[in-house]
């Protein structure tokens, strides 16, 4: 499967921009993607946990996304207002 | 209940004595409106000078989440409207970055509802700063952190 990575705000600065990321298998934990995403962009060491939202819901690490293409934004806490 | 949810560009006018008008016909029982504005800042952490506040959000989610707080407060405190306007873009000080107004029966759930409401809204609603300074360029992450953006 197809994991499209959409950073926003510190994170985009800390990726370059969207990421794809591709699975051999068809469901995957979000944890396993971060995982990826540590060993890819050393994200952590912004220092910020991010916040997953996946299908326009907040999702935690153990949530699994499945299909052929999934859409995953990485974004930090939030700071509207 | 009337909720009006949106998140508006920079270029969109916001005419207040419209939307005073407006929620003010809501409900003949209503006695109280509480409308909240909130503007950029023009100085921070002592004397650093803002120049920009620049907004983004995954929209799609953000008005989802903005829905269901206003729907969620519209009947906690029994509200007969919920207006929830946030805007989006580079925002100079003083310039309008978010409007909350309610109206409710009685003065007390208008206020608890705007502060609750606006304090969910900066919480929960996909929304993200960046403050362009003289200083510099800085991420604000949750309520208060602020990263100093690398120059590249």
Redesign the interface.
Known sequence: MRVIVRP???FR?RLGGDVILEFSEKEVVVKNILDKLESMYKISV???KP?I?VN??IVTENYVVRGDSVEL?L??????? | MNIDVRLLSKDENIDLNSLLRAVSRVNERCGAIVLFI?IVKGLVEGNSRVRVLE????S??CI??MEKIAREESEKYKLSQVTIW?RLGALEPGEV??IIAVVAEDRKSAFRAAEEI?ER??????????EKRDDGEF?????E?R?K??VK
């Open positions: 926003h705000s510190i600065d912004i220092g910020v916040v939202i326009d819901e934004h974004v930090p806490p939030f700071s509207g207002g | 909130g907004y983004t959000s995954i799609n989610a989802k989440i946030h970055t978010v606006l809204v900066k919480r929960e609603a996909p929304i993200f700063k960046l991420w604000i992450i949750g309520d952190m990263v953006r690398e």
